[in-house]
Every structure is written in structure tokens, then in C-alpha cells.
């Protein structure tokens, strides 16, 4: 690894295309959208996606991205809504993406086929969302289910996603009951009732956003430990960019270096 892996965009570029866009990558926790038009819309690793529970209670991911001139079609973070709407030139898709209307002037030509938002391959594992741009064929795994969703806390983080990744697995052991790791952005800590997922949403190669799922305990009662992990990548960021960086005898943090090597190399 090196420092401009942490704090340049050429890194970044490779992830996106190598590892994000080839990946199963969490979207949200399926109690963030619990009734039909609820949606969060987040940048995960590039990718600008919207997650909405549609009518017949399916969680979808949509592009979001309106289809006439790639605008995106939501603009909040989460909300409720019965359909989207690009602000731009008033493309209108239905909860399920599909093309609903578009004022006169603007409207698409009777031969476009390509009208409805681009819907992506979604699964949901043990009340978590997934998408993917291309499938792969093996979906992420949980094996034992999670507690009652209770909330989920949103942290920014002024560094690289993959600091986030070291700072959560440094410590751990490769096999345990207790913590999960779902490369390339989920980590499922558990502690008797209460599970603790930690989603990591790469935005740039110098922010990244922190989503703690909180399942089975008071979401009020993990706010100061959500704070530390952002004081402490802080400073392990300051460490990378000074040429510092973690060392590879966890096999779980080896494994993730391993991984990003690959992509590096594919990549040049």
C-alpha cells in the first residue's frame, strides 16, 4: 500500500471499477425503509443508487439517474414518496423505476426503449439490502439472524474508506461468532442480544460515510462509540497520508490488502 492509495483518485477510480462495480454492496438496512415509498438514496463507492420499498413490499435498488439526461431523480437522503421525479425536465418513474409521464417538450420519442431507471440485482439477507451492477453468483451470507432493527446512526468520516475497513477489522480474529466481515464494506458485530452492523458508504477518496445498524438495543446508547470510530480513522488517515501504514499480521486486514492488490494490479 502506499500514500496515494489513501488520498488520490487513482486508487479510487480502480476500486470503483474493479472491486465496487464487481461486488454485492450494502445499501441499507431494510427497517430504514419499512412502508411502500420509502427510499434511501446514496453514493456507494461512485455509484449514485436509490433503495425504495415499492407497493408489493419488495425493497428494489434503482440507478438514480433519470434516463433522459442522467440527472438524478432523487435528490434527499430518505423520505417517502409515490414516485420520482427528475427536477431537471420533469421525468416521472413509478416506485418500481418504470417511465410514468414527461411534460410535452420533453418528452421521449415513441422508439426510446430505454425509459425506465436502471434497476440493479438486489438481495436482501437477514433484513439487509445488497445491490450489484453486475451479479455475481454468490450472494453475501449471514447465517444467524438479526436481532429487532432499533435504528441506525449516520457518521461522517473525514478519511479513505479503506481506513475505516482497517480500523474495524484491527483485532479481530478471522473466525469468530461474534463479528462477521462481508467484504468489501460490512462488518456484523454481535454481543449477546445486540448485533451492531457497520456499513461503510466510500463517497471520495477523502470521505466516507459511516451507517451503524443497530439491531436488538437502544440506537441512542451507540452514539459515542459511532463518534470514536470517525476520531480514530481521523487520525489513522493522518497516518496513511504521512506514509504509516497497518501491518498485515491480521489475516483479516492481510486478506483486505491481498484483495486491493489485486485490484491495483488489474487495473494498471
Same mark, same amino acid.
Given at each position: 500500500?502506499?500514500?496515494?492509495?489513501?488520498?488520490?483518485?487513482?486508487?479510487?477510480?480502480?476500486?470503483?471499477?474493479?472491486?465496487?462495480?464487481?461486488?454485492?454492496?450494502?445499501?441499507?438496512?431494510?427497517? %430504514?425503509?419499512?412502508?411502500?415509498?420509502?427510499?434511501?438514496?446514496?453514493?456507494?463507492?461512485?455509484?449514485?443508487?436509490?433503495?425504495?420499498? &415499492? @407497493?408489493?413490499?419488495?425493497?428494489?435498488?434503482?440507478?438514480?439517474?433519470?434516463? !433522459?439526461?442522467?440527472?438524478?431523480?432523487?435528490?434527499?437522503? =430518505?423520505?417517502?414518496?409515490?414516485? $420520482?421525479?427528475?427536477?431537471?425536465?420533469?421525468?416521472?418513474?413509478?416506485?418500481?423505476?418504470? $417511465?410514468?409521464?414527461?411534460?410535452?417538450?420533453?418528452?421521449?420519442?415513441?422508439?426510446?426503449?430505454?425509459?425506465?431507471?436502471?434497476?440493479?440485482?438486489?438481495?436482501?439477507?437477514?433484513?439487509?439490502?445488497?445491490?450489484?451492477?453486475?451479479?455475481?453468483?454468490?450472494?453475501?451470507?449471514?447465517?444467524?439472524?438479526?436481532?429487532?432493527?432499533?435504528?441506525?446512526?449516520?457518521? @461522517?468520516?473525514?478519511?479513505?474508506?479503506?481506513?475505516?475497513?482497517? !480500523?474495524?477489522?484491527? &483485532?479481530?480474529? =478471522?473466525?469468530?461468532? @461474534?463479528?462477521?466481515?462481508?467484504?468489501?464494506?460490512?462488518?456484523?458485530?454481535?454481543?449477546?442480544?445486540?448485533?451492531?452492523?457497520? %456499513?461503510?458508504?466510500?463517497?471520495?477518496?477523502?470521505?466516507?460515510?459511516?451507517?451503524?445498524?443497530?439491531?436488538?438495543?437502544?440506537?441512542?446508547?451507540?452514539?459515542?462509540?459511532?463518534?470514536?470510530?470517525?476520531?480514530?480513522?481521523?487520525?489513522?488517515? =493522518?497516518?496513511? /497520508?504521512?506514509?504509516? $501504514?497497518?501491518?498485515? @499480521?491480521?489475516?483479516?486486514? =492481510?486478506?483486505? !490488502?491481498?484483495?486491493?492488490?489485486?485490484?491495483? /494490479?488489474?487495473?494498471?
Amino acid at each position: 500500500m502506499k500514500a496515494e492509495d489513501y488520498s488520490q483518485g487513482d486508487a479510487f477510480q480502480a476500486e470503483k471499477r474493479s472491486l465496487f462495480g464487481a461486488g454485492w454492496l450494502p445499501v441499507c438496512a431494510g427497517g %430504514q425503509v419499512p412502508k411502500p415509498g420509502d427510499f434511501q438514496s446514496v453514493t456507494v463507492g461512485g455509484w449514485s443508487v436509490i433503495a425504495v420499498r &415499492g @407497493d408489493d413490499g419488495a425493497v428494489r435498488v434503482l440507478r438514480n439517474a433519470c434516463r !433522459h439526461q442522467n440527472m438524478p431523480v432523487a435528490s434527499a437522503p =430518505a423520505g417517502n414518496c409515490q414516485n $420520482f421525479r427528475c427536477r431537471f425536465h420533469g421525468w416521472t418513474y413509478d416506485l418500481a423505476g418504470r $417511465f410514468q409521464s414527461a411534460p410535452p417538450q420533453f418528452a421521449p420519442p415513441p422508439t426510446q426503449t430505454d425509459r425506465d431507471l436502471l434497476s440493479l440485482a438486489t438481495v436482501e439477507v437477514r433484513g439487509l439490502t445488497f445491490f450489484s451492477l453486475e451479479q455475481p453468483p454468490v450472494p453475501p451470507e449471514l447465517t444467524e439472524p438479526l436481532p429487532d432493527y432499533r435504528g441506525t446512526l449516520i457518521t @461522517d468520516v473525514p478519511a479513505n474508506w479503506k481506513v475505516v475497513v482497517e !480500523h474495524l477489522l484491527a &483485532g479481530r480474529p =478471522a473466525a469468530s461468532a @461474534d463479528f462477521t466481515w462481508l467484504p468489501p464494506l460490512l462488518a456484523v458485530r454481535r454481543a449477546g442480544s445486540t448485533a451492531i452492523v457497520e %456499513q461503510i458508504v466510500p463517497h471520495t477518496f477523502l470521505r466516507t460515510r459511516l451507517f451503524t445498524h443497530v439491531f436488538g438495543d437502544d440506537v441512542d446508547a451507540h452514539k459515542q462509540a459511532a463518534g470514536g470510530i470517525a476520531h480514530a480513522c481521523e487520525l489513522l488517515q =493522518a497516518d496513511r /497520508a504521512d506514509g504509516k $501504514f497497518a501491518a498485515d @499480521d491480521n489475516a483479516l486486514v =492481510a486478506s483486505f !490488502h491481498q484483495g486491493l492488490a489485486e485490484v491495483y /494490479a488489474g487495473s494498471s
